[in-house]
Nanobody, 116 residues
């Protein structure tokens, strides 16, 4: 079955950087569009970044220019490089994908906390 396992979260000061990883298994990783979402306390989950099989990327306005999504198809791993972090970036970060049958898959999430 499909499994997504995030790692790399932690506590960082404002202005710092973190790199999140999402190890995928049980799917042909290279053909899937992959997303990073986040959920801040008391807020709805929001999509942060997307990378298509072509390598094309999309970003939420709030992270554009600070976050970089990438993928290593040989390792079936998705990444999110987060620079110039702000306290409002605090939340649980999830990787996500959707199958051709419109089944959504989520990881367990990794906590990112940015202190001011």
């Amino acid at each position: 079955q499909v499994q997504l396992v995030e790692s790399g979260g932690g506590l960082v000061q404002a202005g710092g950087s973190l790199r999140l990883s999402c190890a995928a298994s049980g799917l042909m990783f290279s053909v899937y569009t992959m997303d990073w979402y986040r959920q801040a306390p008391g807020k709805q989950r929001e999509r942060v970044a997307t990378i298509r099989r072509s390598g094309d990327t999309l970003y939420a306005d709030s992270v554009k220019g600070r976050f970089t999504i990438s993928r290593d198809n040989a390792k079936s791993t998705l990444y999110l490089q987060m620079d110039s972090l702000k306290p409002e970036d605090t939340g649980v970060y999830y990787c996500n994908t959707e199958s051709l049958m419109r089944t959504e898959y989520w990881g367990q999430g990794t906590q990112v906390t940015v202190s001011s």
